[in-house]
C-alpha cells in the first residue's frame, strides 16, 4: 500500500499485549529443553511446526487460553521470563515501537509454584533493559485473571501492596483478563475499590465475546480504559459516553480474527469509533499465537479500511495522549 511507509514510521504505543502471549512456539521449545520440562502430552507439542499449525485455528476465547496456559510452564526461572520480555521489545522496537504498556498474569504463575517475585523480577529485568538499550518506555500492567478464584486475585493484590512495587514504578496498573463470558461481571469489585482509593490506573478485558454490560461494569467498578470493547457499537448511548469521557480502547484486529470474535478486520468496527469520536489504538494482544505484531495489525487495519493520513495521525496521537506516561514524555512521542 502506498502508506506502508507512513505507517511503519508512525511513532507507535502498545497498550495491549501479554507478555506470556509472546511466548512464539520456537520458545517454547527453548525454554522447556532449557530447563528439562516436558512438553505437553498433547501431539501438537510434537514439533514447532504442528503448534504453529494449531493456532492457525483457533474456535474461541477458551480454545487459544488453554494453549496460552498450557505454554507458560517452561517458564521457570526469572531470567526465563527477562528473555521473554526482552524478545518481545527487541521485535516492537522494530516494528516502530516507542511506547508498550505489557499485561502480566502472575496469578497463573503462582498457580503452578512460581513466586510473584520471580515473575515480576523478570519482566521488570526485560523492561529495565528495553528502556536502557532501546530508549522504549515502559509500563508493566499486572492482570487478574477470571477464570481462578477471586481470593487468587486477592493473594496477588496483597502482594503487589506489601511488595511497594506500585510506589516504586514496578508495576504502574491493574487489568483483568482470561475468560470473559462466565465468571460474575463484576468479581473484582473490591480489589478495584482499594485500588483506586490509592490511585493505581485501571483498565479492563471487556467487549470482546462479552455484550457491552461487561464494558459498562468495567466502567462502573472504576476501569478507565477498556481492552478490546469491540462489542460496544452494540449500545448507542454507552458508546456516546464513552466518546464523551475519552475512554481509550485498546483494539487488537488481528485477535479478533483469530479467536472468531469477527470474521474479517473489514468487521472490526473501526470506521464507527473514528466516526462516534471513540478513542482507540492499535495493539497485537498475544503476537506469538496470533500471526502478527503491532506493525502487522496496522497493516491489516490499512488494507481494510484504507485510512487517510489524517486519520492515522489522529490514531497515533490519540494513543500516545492516552499512555500512562508523564506530560513530558507525551510530548517527545507526539
Ligand atoms: N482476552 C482475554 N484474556 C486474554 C487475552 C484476550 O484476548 N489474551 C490473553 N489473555
Ligand atoms: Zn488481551
Known amino acids: 500500500?502506498?502508506?506502508?511507509?507512513?505507517?511503519?514510521?508512525?511513532?507507535?504505543?502498545?497498550?495491549?499485549?501479554?507478555?506470556?502471549?509472546?511466548?512464539?512456539?520456537?520458545?517454547?521449545?527453548?525454554?522447556?529443553?532449557?530447563?528439562?520440562?516436558?512438553?505437553?502430552?498433547?501431539?501438537?507439542?510434537?514439533?514447532?511446526?504442528?503448534?504453529?499449525?494449531?493456532?492457525?485455528?483457533?474456535?474461541?476465547?477458551?480454545?487459544?487460553?488453554?494453549?496460552?496456559?498450557?505454554?507458560?510452564?517452561?517458564?521457570r526461572n526469572e531470567q526465563d521470563f527477562a528473555d521473554l520480555a526482552w524478545s518481545y521489545f527487541q521485535k516492537a522496537?522494530?516494528?516502530?515501537?516507542h511506547h508498550a504498556e505489557v499485561f502480566f498474569d502472575p496469578q497463573v504463575h503462582e498457580d503452578r509454584g512460581i513466586p510473584y517475585e520471580t515473575v515480576v523480577g523478570g519482566f521488570s529485568k526485560g523492561c529495565q533493559r528495553a528502556e536502557k538499550e532501546l530508549g522504549l518506555s515502559t509500563r508493566l500492567i499486572l492482570c487478574f485473571v477470571r477464570h481462578l478464584p477471586v481470593d487468587s486475585a486477592k493473594g496477588v493484590y496483597d502482594e503487589l501492596v506489601a511488595s511497594k512495587h506500585f510506589e516504586a514504578g514496578v508495576v504502574h496498573g491493574l487489568g483483568w483478563s482470561?475468560?470473559?463470558?462466565?465468571?460474575?461481571?463484576?468479581?473484582?469489585r473490591d480489589i478495584y475499590a482499594d485500588a483506586k482509593v490509592k490511585g493505581i490506573p485501571l483498565?479492563?478485558?471487556?467487549?470482546?465475546?462479552?455484550?457491552?454490560?461487561?464494558?459498562?461494569?468495567?466502567?462502573?467498578?472504576?476501569?478507565?480504559?477498556?481492552?478490546?470493547?469491540?462489542?460496544?457499537?452494540?449500545?448507542?448511548?454507552?458508546?456516546?459516553?464513552?466518546?464523551?469521557?475519552?475512554?481509550?480502547?485498546?483494539?487488537?484486529?488481528?485477535?479478533?480474527?483469530?479467536?472468531?470474535?469477527?470474521?474479517?478486520?473489514?468487521?472490526?468496527?473501526?470506521?464507527?469509533?473514528?466516526?462516534?469520536?471513540?478513542?482507540?489504538?492499535?495493539?497485537?494482544?498475544?503476537?506469538?499465537?496470533?500471526?502478527?505484531?503491532?506493525?502487522d495489525n496496522y497493516c491489516a487495519v490499512q488494507e481494510a479500511f484504507g485510512l487517510n493520513v489524517l486519520e492515522w495521525r489522529i490514531i497515533a496521537e490519540n494513543s500516545v495522549q492516552e499512555s500512562w506516561i508523564p506530560d513530558e514524555r507525551k510530548a517527545v512521542l507526539l
Not at 522496537?93 to 515501537?97: A, I, N, Q
Open 1 to 75: 500500500s502506498p502508506l506502508h511507509d507512513f505507517i511503519k514510521g508512525l511513532p507507535k504505543c502498545e497498550h495491549h499485549v501479554h507478555l506470556e502471549g509472546c511466548l512464539t512456539p520456537e520458545l517454547i521449545f527453548e525454554l522447556a529443553a532449557r530447563n528439562g520440562i516436558p512438553l505437553p502430552t498433547d501431539p501438537v507439542y510434537t514439533s514447532i511446526s504442528t503448534l504453529s499449525k494449531r493456532y492457525e485455528h483457533f474456535t474461541s476465547l477458551d480454545d487459544f487460553l488453554h494453549f496460552y496456559f498450557e505454554g507458560m510452564a517452561v517458564l
Open 203 to 295: 483498565t479492563a478485558h471487556a467487549g470482546e465475546e462479552g455484550d457491552p454490560t461487561y464494558i459498562s461494569t468495567a466502567l462502573e467498578l472504576g476501569a478507565t480504559r477498556i481492552d478490546h470493547g469491540i462489542r460496544l457499537v452494540e449500545d448507542e448511548e454507552l458508546m456516546k459516553r464513552v466518546a464523551r469521557q475519552g475512554t481509550l480502547l485498546t483494539v487488537c484486529p488481528l485477535s479478533n480474527v483469530r479467536l472468531r470474535c469477527v470474521k474479517s478486520v473489514k468487521e472490526v468496527p473501526i470506521r464507527k469509533f473514528l466516526e462516534a469520536g471513540v478513542k482507540f489504538s492499535i495493539n497485537s494482544d498475544d503476537p506469538a499465537y496470533f500471526g502478527g505484531y503491532i506493525l
Open 178 to 188: 482470561s475468560s470473559e463470558v462466565g465468571p460474575p461481571k463484576d468479581m473484582f
Open 93 to 97: 522496537h522494530s516494528d516502530g515501537v
